[in-house]
C-alpha cells in the first residue's frame, strides 16, 4: 500500500527532490570536508591540540546548532509562503527572520564572552593543564564568529526556503575554501620568495582552526548577503524581495510564526547539546588517547552522515512547501521517501567505510595508541546508524515543518537525558566501558527516537498545527 503511494510520488515529485537536495548535499559536503581537514591539520600539531579542539568543538557546536535551529523557523515560513504562492508573504517572512536572529546572535555572543572562562574551567578542569589551556585559547577565537554564523545561517535558510540551494551551496564553497586556505596558513605558516615579494609567516598553531573559521565566517556573510540583494530584482516567487533595512519594523503576526517553530527547535537542540556537553565531561578522565580518538571519529562520522544532515535540510524545505499547498498526502510521502532514500545510501556508505577505514584514519596521522580506539568506535557505528538514524532525525524534520514542534522536543530532550547522558554515565563510569560506552548510549538514543516519532508519522495528530 505505501508503496503504491510511494512510485506516484516519486514520478511526480523526484526531479523536485533532487533539484533542492543535490546542491544542499554539495553544500554539506564542503562544510564537513572544512572540518576534517581542519581536524587534520590540527592533529599533526599533536594529540594536545586535537584533544583540544574536541572539547571546544563540543561547546560550539551547541551554541551554533541552537542557533541553526532557530533558522528552521524562518525556512520554514519562507516554505509555507512559497507553497501558497505569497510573494508578500516571502519578503516578510525573510526580512523578520534575518534582522531577530542576527540580534540574538550578537546576544549570544556577549553571553558567551562574559561567562567564557569559568565555564571552560567547570567543564574540562580536570583535563590536562595544557589542554585545558588551549581549550581557553581556542574557545575565545571561536566565541567572535558567532553573529557571523547566525546571519548566514538563517540567510541560507531563507533562500533554502524558496528552494534556491544552488546559491548557498555556491556560499558555503567559498566559506570552504577560505577557511581551509586561511587554516593551513595559520596552522603551518607561509613562506613565499617571487623575488619583489618576499613572505616568512611561522603560523600560530593551535590557534590556527578558530583564526582560519573566523576570517571564512566574514566571507561566508558577505557572499550570502549579495544574493539577497539581487533577489528583490528577480520576478517570479523565488524573488525574496527583502526591502530596505532601514524600514524593518518587527511584525508580531510574521515574528509569531517564525519563533512558534524556531523557539521550540532551538530548546530542543540547546538542550540536546548540553547533554552532549555533559558526557563530554563523563570522558574528560579518560585520558588523551581517548579524546583525541573521539575527536577523529566523530570527523570520520561527520563525513559519514553527510547525506542524513543534508537530507534533515531538504525535507525541512520540501515538507514546508507541501503544507503550504495544503497537501498532508504529499507531507508524509516527502518524509517516508527521504527516509528510505538515505537508508538505502547508508548502506552502500558503511561497505565502503569497512573496505577504506584503514587510510581514511590514517589520514589523521593518529598515534599509534589512538588508531585502534578509533576503529573500534566505527565499527560499532554501522549498523545503528543505517537502521535507525533516519527514521530518528530525518522524520523530525519534517515533523517540524509542519509544527509539531512540541512533541519532536519533549521526545528529544527524554531521550537524550534518560539514553544519551544516563546512558554514557552508567556505561563509562559504572561499568568502566570507557570510550565506547559513550557511543553506545548515542546509539540508544537513535532507537528511543525511532521508537516515538516512527510511530507518529503514520497517523495525523503531528498535522494539528499546519493548518492543513
Same mark, same amino acid.
Given at each position: 500500500?505505501?508503496?503504491?503511494?510511494?512510485?506516484?510520488?516519486?514520478r511526480?515529485?523526484?526531479?523536485?527532490?533532487?533539484?533542492?537536495?543535490?546542491?544542499?548535499?554539495?553544500?554539506?559536503?564542503?562544510?564537513?570536508?572544512?572540518?576534517?581537514?581542519?581536524?587534520?591539520?590540527?592533529?599533526?600539531?599533536?594529540?594536545?591540540a586535537?584533544?583540544?579542539?574536541?572539547?571546544?568543538?563540543?561547546? &560550539?557546536? %551547541?551554541?551554533?546548532?541552537?542557533? &541553526?535551529?532557530?533558522?528552521?523557523?524562518?525556512?520554514?515560513?519562507?516554505?509555507?509562503?512559497?507553497?501558497?504562492?505569497?510573494?508578500?508573504?516571502?519578503?516578510?517572512?525573510?526580512?523578520?527572520?534575518?534582522?531577530?536572529?542576527?540580534?540574538?546572535?550578537?546576544?549570544? +555572543?556577549?553571553?558567551?564572552?562574559?561567562?567564557?572562562?569559568?565555564?571552560? &574551567?567547570?567543564?574540562y578542569?580536570?583535563?590536562?593543564?595544557?589542554?585545558?589551556e588551549?581549550?581557553?585559547?581556542?574557545?575565545?577565537?571561536?566565541?567572535?564568529s558567532?553573529?557571523?554564523?547566525?546571519?548566514?545561517?538563517?540567510?541560507?535558510?531563507?533562500?533554502?526556503?524558496?528552494?534556491?540551494?544552488?546559491?548557498?551551496?555556491?556560499?558555503?564553497?567559498?566559506?570552504? *575554501?577560505t &577557511?581551509?586556505?586561511?587554516?593551513?596558513?595559520?596552522?603551518?605558516?607561509?613562506?613565499?620568495?617571487?623575488?619583489?615579494?618576499?613572505?616568512?609567516?611561522?603560523?600560530?598553531?593551535?590557534?590556527?582552526?578558530?583564526?582560519?573559521?573566523?576570517?571564512?565566517?566574514?566571507?561566508?556573510?558577505?557572499?550570502?548577503?549579495?544574493?539577497?540583494?539581487?533577489?528583490?530584482?528577480?520576478?517570479?516567487?523565488?524573488?525574496?524581495?527583502?526591502?530596505? *533595512?532601514?524600514?524593518?519594523?518587527p511584525?508580531?503576526?510574521?515574528?509569531?510564526? /517564525?519563533?512558534?517553530?524556531?523557539?521550540?527547535?532551538?530548546?530542543?537542540?540547546?538542550?540536546?547539546? /548540553?547533554?552532549?556537553?555533559?558526557?563530554?565531561? /563523563?570522558?574528560?578522565?579518560?585520558?588523551?588517547?581517548?579524546?583525541?580518538?573521539?575527536? /577523529?571519529?566523530?570527523?570520520?562520522?561527520?563525513?559519514?552522515?553527510?547525506?542524513?544532515?543534508s537530507?534533515?535540510?531538504?525535507?525541512?524545505?520540501?515538507?514546508?512547501?507541501?503544507?503550504?499547498?495544503?497537501?498532508?498526502?504529499?507531507?508524509?510521502?516527502?518524509?517516508?521517501?527521504?527516509?528510505?532514500?538515505?537508508?538505502?545510501?547508508?548502506?552502500l556508505?558503511s561497505?565502503? *567505510?569497512? %573496505?577504506?577505514?584503514?587510510?581514511?584514519?590514517?589520514?589523521?596521522?593518529?598515534?599509534?595508541?589512538?588508531?585502534?580506539?578509533?576503529?573500534?568506535?566505527?565499527?560499532?557505528?554501522?549498523?545503528?546508524? +543505517?537502521?535507525?538514524?533516519?527514521?530518528g532525525?530525518?522524520?523530525?524534520?519534517?515533523?517540524?515543518?509542519?509544527?509539531?514542534?512540541?512533541?519532536?522536543?519533549?521526545?528529544?530532550?527524554?531521550?537524550?537525558?534518560?539514553?544519551?547522558?544516563?546512558?554514557?554515565?552508567?556505561?563509562?563510569?559504572?561499568?568502566?566501558?570507557?570510550?565506547?560506552?559513550?557511543?553506545?548510549?548515542?546509539?540508544?538514543?537513535?532507537?528511543?527516537?525511532?521508537?516515538?516519532?516512527?510511530?507518529?508519522?503514520?497517523?495525523?495528530?503531528?498535522? %494539528?498545527?499546519?493548518?492543513?
Amino acid at each position: 500500500m505505501i508503496q503504491d503511494k510511494l512510485v506516484p510520488f516519486l514520478r511526480e515529485n523526484g526531479r523536485k527532490i533532487a533539484r533542492i537536495s543535490i546542491p544542499v548535499l554539495l553544500e554539506h559536503s564542503s562544510m564537513t570536508l572544512m572540518n576534517v581537514v581542519s581536524t587534520a591539520l590540527a592533529t599533526s600539531l599533536g594529540s594536545v591540540a586535537v584533544s583540544a579542539l574536541g572539547l571546544v568543538h563540543t561547546v &560550539n557546536l %551547541a551554541l551554533l546548532l541552537a542557533i &541553526n535551529a532557530l533558522a528552521v523557523g524562518g525556512t520554514v515560513a519562507v516554505a509555507r509562503a512559497f507553497g501558497r504562492q505569497d510573494r508578500v508573504g516571502i519578503g516578510k517572512a525573510a526580512i523578520q527572520s534575518i534582522v531577530s536572529i542576527t540580534m540574538i546572535g550578537l546576544a549570544v +555572543t556577549l553571553l558567551v564572552w562574559v561567562t567564557r572562562v569559568p565555564l571552560v &574551567n567547570w567543564l574540562y578542569g580536570a583535563a590536562d593543564p595544557e589542554v585545558l589551556e588551549a581549550t581557553h585559547v581556542m574557545y575565545r577565537l571561536y566565541t567572535l564568529s558567532i553573529p557571523l554564523w547566525a546571519y548566514i545561517s538563517i540567510a541560507s535558510g531563507v533562500l533554502r526556503g524558496v528552494g534556491d540551494t544552488r546559491t548557498t551551496f555556491f556560499v558555503s564553497i567559498a566559506t570552504s *575554501l577560505t &577557511n581551509l586556505l586561511f587554516t593551513y596558513v595559520f596552522i603551518r605558516g607561509l613562506r613565499l620568495d617571487l623575488g619583489f615579494l618576499e613572505i616568512d609567516y611561522a603560523g600560530v598553531g593551535y590557534r590556527g582552526p578558530a583564526l582560519g573559521m573566523l576570517v571564512a565566517r566574514v566571507i561566508g556573510a558577505v557572499a550570502v548577503t549579495v544574493p539577497l540583494l539581487r533577489s528583490r530584482r528577480k520576478e517570479g516567487m523565488n524573488a525574496i524581495r527583502m526591502g530596505a *533595512l532601514r524600514r524593518y519594523r518587527p511584525d508580531r503576526r510574521t515574528l509569531s510564526e /517564525i519563533y512558534r517553530i524556531a523557539v521550540p527547535a532551538s530548546v530542543e537542540q540547546l538542550i540536546f547539546e /548540553i547533554g552532549k556537553i555533559i558526557t563530554s565531561t /563523563i570522558i574528560v578522565g579518560l585520558g588523551t588517547a581517548s579524546l583525541a580518538a573521539n575527536t /577523529i571519529a566523530w570527523s570520520v562520522l561527520s563525513m559519514f552522515n553527510l547525506p542524513g544532515a543534508s537530507a534533515m535540510t531538504s525535507t525541512t524545505t520540501l515538507a514546508g512547501q507541501a503544507i503550504g499547498e495544503g497537501d498532508r498526502g504529499k507531507t508524509r510521502s516527502t518524509l517516508l521517501v527521504m527516509t528510505g532514500l538515505i537508508m538505502a545510501i547508508y548502506v552502500l556508505l558503511s561497505l565502503l *567505510l569497512l %573496505a577504506f577505514m584503514k587510510p581514511l584514519i590514517g589520514m589523521y596521522g593518529a598515534a599509534p595508541d589512538v588508531v585502534p580506539i578509533v576503529r573500534t568506535l566505527l565499527l560499532s557505528l554501522l549498523v545503528p546508524m +543505517t537502521l535507525f538514524w533516519p527514521a530518528g532525525y530525518i522524520v523530525a524534520a519534517g515533523l517540524r515543518a509542519a509544527g509539531d514542534v512540541k512533541h519532536v522536543m519533549l521526545v528529544a530532550i527524554v531521550s537524550m537525558w534518560t539514553m544519551r547522558v544516563g546512558g554514557a554515565y552508567l556505561l563509562v563510569k559504572v561499568a568502566d566501558m570507557g570510550i565506547l560506552g559513550l557511543w553506545i548510549s548515542m546509539y540508544a538514543d537513535w532507537v528511543f527516537r525511532v521508537a516515538f516519532f516512527g510511530k507518529r508519522i503514520f497517523g495525523d495528530r503531528w498535522f %494539528a498545527r499546519s493548518g492543513i
